[in-house]
């Protein structure tokens, strides 16, 4: 008669093939045959995890009626700062693409300022500085 050896799994192996199935969508045949394990064994840990999972969210939705408060004011100041925010966004002057600035260069150089000396430019376009005295 010969016994029947066990196979242990460490806790990060459990997690990856529960992720395969659950996450991933595989059913749980193809998942055991990819991981070489028991189909059993990773039927029983995925349904274990989904009852953890039903569990857990059970608990987790039952937040005392001060953290609940305390919560819904920090959203309530959180959704009127993104309110002000895009507020001013919309009301935002428009400006053609492009043009950062609304003063127009080259129709100022075109008039001439008094006071100014003209400098002789290397290219094809005009440089002018103006006189500081």
């Given amino acids: 008669m010969s016994k029947r050896k ?9 997690a990856e093939a529960i992720k395969l199935v ?3 969508g595989l059913s749980v045949a193809e998942a ?4 070489n394990m028991n189909q059993g064994t990773l039927a029983y ?3 274990q995890a989904r009852k953890g999972l039903k569990s857990a969210s059970s608990l987790a939705g039952s937040q005392s009626p001060v953290e609940l408060a305390a919560e819904n004011k920090q959203l309530r100041k959180e959704l009127a ?5 895009r507020d001013i966004l919309k009301k935002r002057r428009r400006t053609l693409p492009g043009s950062h600035c609304p ?3 080259r129709e100022a150089m075109a008039i001439g300022l008094p006071g100014e000396a003209a400098v002789p430019s290397s290219g094809s376009f005009p440089l ?3 006189c500081l005295v």
């Fill in 6 to 14: 066990t196979q242990t799994y460490s806790p990060e192996y459990r």
């Fill in 22 to 24: 659950m996450e991933q």
């Fill in 32 to 35: 055991a045959t990819r991981l």
């Fill in 45 to 47: 840990w995925t349904t």
């Fill in 81 to 85: 700062e993104a309110r002000m925010e």
């Fill in 103 to 105: 003063v127009r260069v």
């Fill in 128 to 130: 002018r500085f103006l």
